[in-house]
T-cell receptor, first 116, second 109 residues
Framework: DSGVTQTPKHLITATGQRVTLRCSPR?????VYWYQQSLDQGLQFLIQ???????AKGNILERFSAQQFPDLHSELNLSSLELGDSALYFC???????????????FGPGTRLTVL | GQNIDQPTEMTATEGAIVQINCTYQ??????LFWYQQHAGEAPTFLSY????GLEEKGRFSSFLSRSKGYSYLLLKELQMKDSASYLC??????????FGKGTMLLVSP
């Protein structure tokens, strides 16, 4: 158990809908990262938050957005869902003391999203 | 751009030694990570290299050559539970990681 929690574990929805995925980092970790993993693309970095502020963006679609709250939990919002958005979504956290520091990322159990 | 290459699949026998290679071409380098991932589960941290050389941690070792853009993960005394995907990831100067597509290792009896 990494100490990172994610809810829900599974999510099934229809095209065009909007969903919210939730992540709680390990106690004391300030950085949260979101990743998407599909069979053909591997693990793709989406976005990073550090202590409530967006710090880095990867291959995140405009239909997707995220935020980190004062209690450091984070939410990833996916809207206008398409079949191709079906994937595993992972959240990770790290104890990096600055937003640019290299530190080990610990992953949550993931949310499996199925879009029908 | 960032490019990380690993073999797609490897097979090995229980009790044997296997080496999983990773080559990378990135715009910067601030460390290389190896993660293990069982199907449908979260990636779990195995090792981190930032300087050239070998890092040993029990049955697992990881090697890095920055001049060659090359790393390998060495797994000794293979067990059935080592059947998993092994992900190579590079930190290219910021705090984010770029992952390779992973090497699926199948350990047979």
């Amino acid at each position: 158990d990494s100490g990172v929690t994610q809810t829900p574990k599974h999510l099934i929805t229809a095209t065009g809908q909007r969903v919210t995925l939730r992540c709680s980092p390990r106690s004391g970790d300030l950085s949260v990262y979101w990743y998407q993993q599909s069979l053909d693309q591997g693990l793709q970095f989406l976005i990073q938050y550090y202590n409530g502020e967006e710090r880095a963006k990867g291959n995140i679609l405009e239909r997707f957005s995220a935020q980190q709250f004062p209690d450091l939990h984070s939410e990833l919002n996916l809207s206008s869902l398409e079949l191709g958005d079906s994937a595993l979504y992972f959240c990770a956290s790290s104890a990096a003391r600055t937003s640019a520091a290299t530190d080990t990322q610990y992953f949550g159990p993931g949310t499996r999203l199925t879009v029908l | 751009g960032q490019n990380i290459d690993q073999p797609t699949e490897m097979t090995a026998t229980e009790g044997a030694i296997v080496q999983i290679n990773c080559t990378y071409q990135t715009s910067g380098f601030n460390g290389l990570f190896w993660y293990q991932q069982h199907a449908g589960e979260a990636p779990t941290f195995l090792s981190y290299n930032v300087l050239d050389g070998l890092e040993e941690k029990g049955r697992f070792s990881s090697f890095l050559s920055r001049s060659k853009g090359y790393s390998y993960l060495l797994l000794k005394e293979l067990q059935m539970k080592d059947s998993a995907s092994y992900l190579c990831a590079v930190n290219s100067g910021y705090s984010t990681l770029t992952f390779g597509k992973g090497t699926m290792l199948l350990v047979s009896p």
